[in-house]
């Protein structure tokens, strides 16, 4: 076999005639017609065709080809019934030859159908091509079906490129725009559409509207993947689908950012992040929340380097907004000849041959297909699951399903458009498929919000099934009903918005509703719970991750158990995952569902009432609502000695000194209520306590003395602060407690550093640091950041100063203010910092400083503090 030419290098600077260029291989006598379809899709796309034909005419046809194989970055071959000539003392052909040189570059093969004189070294070579993994396989039947599957196969190829090539690796992106496991069909005019409003016309909001199931956010993926080049910040994709209510909305962008705040800094955040970057934001499924569409206007507004695109049944109505409707697929009128020309027809052909490899779509059956597409109105969702059942009932049997099903079409509620009607109708059909253990499954799935594993299944929807529960929940899969989330571990399953919605109109008509979600309230309720060996150490951060993966369905328990009074239930879940919210940055989330807690409480008995009002007081003191807290805070702590919880009066004892403290609000009482609130818990030291319990009390512990400490340290007593954080420090490492870790370890670095005692300092700020990047708290990270860039102001480094401070601000800037603030005072920062610090170095040093600080990772951060700590 000859060795593969390696492409050519190219500089890293181009000139603008040096595009990317794709080599097209064929014979040139039976395909002189796929070979101009194939030209006319690379000059669509402004790439350069690679072609025999073009030129090099003085030099054997050999030499020809391998120069320009090696000058190519993209190998298309295109392969019918002909092996091609073998010139004497050759082994292969040419057209082998040229497939063997183009090892190494990616490769587009298509093979046109059908072919009854195929020679016999064509289909070995073809078997061989097809059984190699790197290569993009696919048939086509006439030189129009080979120009769209080129052009739209190099579109994405480009894409993927442009994504890999654009970030690390092994970085996860919050919010990164999903990649489809499909192509897109026909919607070249819509993408385009998109394209042209956003580059030339500069529209900075366009909405995606249509009925569910059009195709609405696949659009939106594939308009956003070609235009995220344009935007230096890149694409960013948000999913609505399970957010209810239209103020969890900024919340949901905070995520898909990537950012960790919360409460009044929610907003600001997102907007300080937005302010000075250029990108697209993606926003799916807004039409259940509508009423957050001043909430875009806003972020528009603060952002002038922002677009977005909406995905949405109903347009925003908002000012500089301009809607594009998405229509069906186009279907053949009665009577066409060429069916497949059509992208509907296109579309089932394709799904239909991922269902069951042999299907072909032939001049028998493509008439059969092209009806079944117009009875579905086109609407991709309703095509794809009609060809997902091609494997068990071939095209004729479909219609004849369809004949009895879309006699119900005019049956529909008026109001609704006629293609939402026949969507509704599609999926009635798909249920009425199903097995009575099919269908009883698939109802109750609709239970689960996000994702949801097999063991949620079994243990909350098992009862509906005779058989085994995995079988059927494959079934459903095999049906396009639910989907299976990619992941390496353990499966994890979801449904599809739509049809989620049509199998809650299902399960709310039957007599399964609330038992059913009473059993995922409680299933989440207990999984929520962390084992001993998850309520401390490494086990914690398990235990916080496998919370984020079920945040959904953990929000939804708490819907559910609030909506339908059952107020003490909904608190032990609030109580079991408040460091889950927290320290995750859902925060804001949980405020919302302690909030109706606390409405419905005036008839609980007084520990459940405590219960509600503190963590109403506490969401409001790490949202930065001081005067709210303080109020809830003070109304709970009578209810708790009223009701014997001295753990919980602790707790919330220390948090109410903490705030009179930092408030400067009644500063003599909140030493008092500190001093006091120590001394009864230090009387239940030598009591027996459970594993929970225990905790609970090193927990009150840490937070006590450590508040208790802030004060001391604020009225000059550094021995006395140094000692009560050297308590809380204690407390904190006994419970192996990740939360009052890093509050104990910043403030014991502040007090040895007022001290003077800086080795210890730096070493207890190195300590803080590594377990914040151990969790991924990038928010306390850059609190850490910042004192540390405060002792080398202190020392005079004031370089390294600047280094850490545009460190820290960067990492907040990029992922919210976090927890930490709430709870400890922050070493000097932000512009008075700076301003001082560029008085101390030349203008020089502070940009280049300012510039490696800001570009660091969070990793490489890290890395740079503990390097600079070493040597300093």
């Not at 020309?341 to 394709?350: C, G, I, K, M």
């Not at 009066?649 to 009179?660: F, K, N, P, S």
Request: with cysteine; glycine share 6%; hydrophobic share 45%.
């Amino acid at each position: 076999m000859p060795a593969a030419v390696s492409p050519a290098v190219n500089p890293a600077i181009r000139t603008p005639d040096q595009r990317v260029r794709v080599f097209i291989s064929s014979t040139l006598q039976e395909l002189s017609e796929e070979r101009r379809a194939a030209r006319d899709a690379v000059t669509r796309l402004r790439l350069v065709p690679v072609m025999f034909e073009l030129g090099a005419r003085p030099h054997p046809p050999r030499q020809v080809y391998r120069a320009y194989l090696a000058q190519s970055q993209i190998f298309v071959g295109i392969y019918w019934q002909s092996y091609g000539w073998v010139a004497p003392g050759e082994e292969t052909s040419g057209l082998e030859d040229e497939y063997q040189l183009s090892a190494g570059m990616p490769r587009l093969i298509y093979v046109k159908t059908s072919a009854p004189d195929r020679e016999r070294r064509l289909t070995d070579l073809l078997t061989r091509i097809k059984n190699d993994d790197s290569v993009s396989y696919q048939r086509f039947s006439n030189p129009a079906e080979l120009q769209r599957l080129v052009e739209n196969d190099l579109a994405v190829l480009l894409s993927e490129h442009f994504e890999t090539t654009r970030t690390e690796p092994d970085a996860v992106l919050a919010g990164a725009l999903p990649v489809p496991a499909t192509p897109l069909v026909d919607r070249d005019k819509e993408t385009a559409e998109v394209e042209d409003l956003a580059v030339r016309q500069a529209v900075r909001l366009i909405t995606l509207t249509g009925p569910g199931g059009v195709g609405k956010t696949r659009l939106a993926v594939e308009a956003a993947s070609r235009l995220a080049p344009a935007f230096p910040d890149g694409a960013r994709f948000v999913d609505l689908g399970s957010v209810r209510a239209a103020d969890l909305v900024p919340a949901a962008i905070a995520a898909g950012l990537g950012l960790n705040t919360s409460g009044d800094r929610l907003v600001s955040d997102v907007m300080t992040y937005l302010r000075a970057r250029r990108l697209l934001l993606v926003l799916d499924n807004f039409e259940q929340v509508i009423d957050a569409a001043p909430v875009i206007a806003g972020l528009l507004a603060a952002a002038p380097g922002l677009m977005v695109l909406v995905a949405s049944r109903t347009v925003l109505r908002l000012s500089g907004e301009y809607e594009l409707a998405v229509p069906p697929l186009p279907v053949p009128p009665r009577g066409s000849g060429e069916p497949a020309d059509y992208a509907s027809v296109r579309l089932f052909a394709d799904r239909a041959r991922a269902e069951a490899p042999g299907f072909e779509l032939t001049r028998r059956n493509a008439q059969v297909v092209a009806e079944i597409c117009r009875r579905l109105d086109g609407l991709p969702l309703a095509i794809e699951l009609a060809a997902a059942r091609v494997r068990v009932l071939p095209p004729q049997a479909l219609l004849a399903r369809l004949d009895d099903r879309m006699s119900l079409l005019t049956a529909g509620p008026r109001d609704l458009p006629e293609r939402q009607r026949t969507l509704r109708n599609t999926l009635d059909w798909s249920f009425g498929l199903l097995s009575a253990d099919e269908q009883a499954l698939f109802t109750r799935l609709a239970v689960f919000a996000g994702s949801f594993g097999l063991p949620a299944v079994t243990a909350i929807c098992g009862d509906a099934v005779q058989g085994s529960v995995i079988d059927t929940l494959s079934s459903l899969v095999d049906s396009s009903l639910v989907r299976v989330e990619p992941g390496e571990e353990e499966p994890r399953f979801s449904l599809l918005e739509t049809v989620r919605e049509y199998a809650l109109e299902r399960l709310c008509d039957s007599a399964d509703w609330r038992g059913v979600h009473d059993r995922h309230a409680a299933y989440f309720l207990a999984l929520a719970k962390p084992a001993e060996t998850e309520l401390h150490g490494a086990g914690q951060l398990a235990w916080l991750n496998r919370l984020e993966m079920r945040r959904e369905n953990l929000s939804a328990a708490l819907s559910w158990l609030v909506g339908h009074r059952q107020p003490e239930l909904a608190l032990d879940l609030v109580w079991a995952t408040w460091r889950f919210w927290w320290l995750h940055g859902h925060a804001a989330e949980l405020a919302r569902h302690v909030d109706q807690i606390l409405a419905h409480s005036d008839d609980m008995r007084a520990h459940q009432r405590a219960l509600a009002l503190s963590g109403a007081g506490f969401v409001r003191f790490i949202g930065g609502d001081q005067a709210q807290a303080l109020r809830l805070l003070k109304r709970s702590l009578p209810l708790y000695r009223q009701s014997g919880d001295r753990l919980g009066m602790g707790l919330t004892a220390a948090a109410l000194g903490h705030l009179l403290a930092s408030s400067q609000h009644e500063p003599g009482y909140a030493s008092d209520l500190l001093e006091q609130t120590l001394a009864q818990l230090r009387e239940m030291d030598s009591e027996p306590l459970t594993e929970p319990e225990r905790l609970q009390y090193l927990l009150d512990v840490a937070l006590a003395s450590n508040f208790l400490g802030q004060i001391e340290l604020g009225h000059g007593d550094h021995h006395r602060a140094a000692d009560l954080f050297t308590d809380g420090l204690s407390a904190a490492h006994s419970a192996a407690d990740r939360f009052t870790v890093l509050i104990s370890l910043y403030d014991l670095a502040l007090s040895r550093q007022q001290q003077n005692e800086m080795d210890d300092a730096a070493d207890l700020l190195r300590q803080g640091l590594s377990l914040a990047a151990e969790a991924g708290d990038d928010p306390s990270l850059a609190y850490y950041l910042e004192a540390l860039a405060d002792m080398a102001a202190r020392q005079d480094n004031p370089q390294r100063a600047v280094g850490l401070l545009a460190a820290a601000s960067a990492l907040l800037e990029a992922k919210g203010s976090g927890w930490l603030h709430a709870y400890v005072p922050r070493a000097p920062h932000g512009p008075g910092a700076l301003a001082g610090l560029r008085t101390r170095t030349t203008d020089a040093a502070f940009r280049r400083a300012q510039a490696h600080g800001r570009s660091l990772t969070a990793a490489g951060a890290v890395r740079y503090a503990l390097e600079q700590e070493e040597h300093s």
